[in-house]
């Protein structure tokens, strides 16, 4: 009777330690959405340094913008940049100014990088012009924006964001929260 019930024992230990190493196996195998945070502070370092570069309007004046103070909107998702402008005048001297350009943020899976997309130059206010030639010169950039600044990277995922185990996930959503802008990343 002993042997029996010692024989009991050891089956029913077997099977919970089965039981256990299945339920840890199978949580292990299964992963849930993750988030990764873009601070507005990191987003404003990436766009110093993508923006650094001149831009050409008309093939004439080169606008050089700097200094970006980034705001994240969180009812339009939609992300807010001032800058100061400088357009080198080849007909006099340099005009400085303010620029604020606003846009979308969306996944590029070519670079796994999370780029600023349907890009819109919402002011360009610059110094010793007329509100005329102000408005006359923000009407000319509305129509520009959509051909020089498109898809400027501000964040680029890293390889372990995008796959755990032997799971691989997808960027799925963007959402503004508090000066953060979270990417859902959703297993695939």
Known sequence: MLNLTRYLNVK???????????LTLAA????GPRTVSISEADIQTRL?????VPITLLKVFDMQLSNPLVKLDA??????????????????????????????PRYDAATNSVVL????????????LDSKSNE?????????DSET??????????????KMGNTTYQPSDFKVQGNQLQVTLTPQ
Request: aromatic share 4%; proline share 2%; net charge positive.
């Open 149 to 162: 600044l498109q898809d400027i990277p501000l964040y680029t995922l890293k390889a372990d964001d995008l």
């Open 12 to 22: 029913n230990l077997f099977r919970t330690c089965v039981t256990v190493l299945a």
């Open 75 to 104: 009812t339009t998702n939609r992300l807010s940049t001032q800058l100061d402008a400088n357009i080198k005048n080849p007909f006099g001297d340099a005009i400085k100014g303010q620029a604020r350009i606003s846009g979308l």
């Open 28 to 31: 292990c195998s299964t992963h």
């Open 136 to 144: 006359f010169l923000n009407a000319l950039t509305r129509q520009l």
């Open 117 to 128: 997309s349907q890009i819109k130059i919402e002011s360009l206010n610059l110094d010793g």
């Open 48 to 52: 110093a340094e993508k923006l650094g």
